[in-house]
């Protein structure tokens, strides 16, 4: 595997359920990211993760919990979401300190129901 | 004032056309500009990033930045149908520890045959 890989594809989930997005990324990047791509929005950072510490909450709702057990991996931890949480959910990772961008997976589509 | 400026689209050219995408930005501390592309059901890629005002060019697309005016274009020439996607600017700047990339809402591009 390469890349940024995440799972799963696509989820449909009721708003009392609890579910998990996973992001894996085969790059041995150092900084991992949690974004929100909504319908003609422009994407909107929602968690950063720099050597395995979170750095940045962009006062994301208390529904939405980031877990980085290590620097491979991310997690995003769902509960009680609401409809308006429907997006797709991508995760990107990068060398912190470096100008070349992120690589980015190719997200996971939520629908909340 | 939203940060990063772009025009959604959608917008449609014949084959072979010249395109051209266009950004304004608010913030004069951002230091990398980038260019996206994302096709549908896929995560954004790298297409191109520059620093400096001017120029820069790699086959068939061409980022231009000019820092006084705060404004940044990616022309495509020759375009073709698999150039069809939706293009994201995004600015790179440093903060709270990181490096973090700040998007456009993304233009739709359609290339007819």
């Known amino acids: 595997e390469t890349g940024v890989t995440q799972t799963p594809r696509h989820l449909v989930m009721g708003m009392t359920n609890k579910k998990s997005l996973k992001c894996e990324q085969h790059?041995?990047?150092?900084?991992m990211y949690w974004y929100k791509q909504s319908a003609k929005k422009p994407l909107e950072l929602m968690f950063v993760y720099s050597l395995e510490e979170r750095v940045e909450n962009n006062s994301v709702p208390s529904r939405f919990s980031p877990e980085c057990p290590n620097s491979s991996h991310l997690f995003l931890h769902l509960h009680t979401l609401q409809p308006e949480d429907s997006a797709l959910y991508l995760c990107?990772?990068?060398?912190?300190?470096?100008?070349?961008?992120?690589?980015f997976g190719s997200g996971t589509r939520l629908t909340v129901v | 004032q939203k940060e990063v400026e772009q025009d959604p689209g959608p917008l449609s050219v014949p084959e072979g056309a010249i395109v051209s995408l266009n950004c304004t930005y608010s913030n004069s501390a951002f230091q990398y500009f980038m260019w996206y592309r994302q096709y549908s059901r896929k995560g954004p890629e790298l297409l191109m990033y520059?620093?400096?005002?001017g120029n820069k060019e790699d086959g068939r697309f061409t980022a231009q930045v000019d820092k006084s005016s705060k404004y940044i274009s990616l022309f495509i020439r020759d375009s073709q149908p698999s150039d069809s996607a939706t293009y994201l600017c995004?600015?790179?700047?440093?903060?709270?520890?990181?490096?973090?990339?700040?998007f456009g809402k993304g233009t739709k591009l359609s290339v007819i045959p």
């Open positions: 990107a990772s990068s060398q912190d300190g470096t100008s070349t961008g992120y690589t």
């Open positions: 995004a600015i790179l700047s440093s903060g709270a520890g990181s490096y973090q990339l700040t």
């Open positions: 520059t620093y400096s005002s």
């Open positions: 790059l041995g990047h150092n900084a």
